[in-house]
């Protein structure tokens, strides 16, 4: 029954989490990114955060993991499977990184465009970043996650009111 109350515990303080960063957010969004084109600077800073993960994922990450797997002495078929699964990990990071930078530059160039495929993203990223950070303790690498949604979610946040004229620049 304790394990029962650690993760009910576990699962108050990451509801906690999720709902201070949501109110975070909402609070940056505000006050600091008034209007479309701060909001899409924001935007082309995460996708190109996110290009350089996925490059680095790919290219940087992939050699010392197969090494390692070569010298575990892994099997051929396995190997081939983790390669696979890693390499389309790496270009669906990309893909993030094009949905961000296409709905960066709606943004940029006034066209109304819909805010939920980066909050999807950012949700992705925040979910797996917390689930991470819970599971294999307190690491960057993770914690990147988390300030990635954030800053997807801060650029994508549009106000129900939508923006005024003024905050166009029109």
Known sequence: MAHAGAVARRD?????????????????????????????VVLLIAGA??????????????PPLRAALVQAQVDAGSLRAVAVAWFFSSAAILTFAAIVIATAWAIWRGRATSPLPVLLVA??????????????GQSRHFLFFVVLAG???????VPRQGFSNEQRGK
């Open 123 to 136: 949700a992705a990223y925040l979910l797996f970043g917390i689930a991470t950070l819970f599971y294999e």
């Open 151 to 157: 800053l997807m979610a801060a650029g994508a946040y």
């Open 12 to 40: 108050i303080l990451t509801l906690t989490l999720v709902l201070g960063y949501h109110k975070a957010v909402e609070l940056v969004s505000r006050r600091l990114l008034v209007g479309p084109k701060p909001r899409s």
């Open 49 to 62: 955060l996110l290009v350089m993960s996925s490059l680095a994922h790919a290219c940087r990450s992939w």
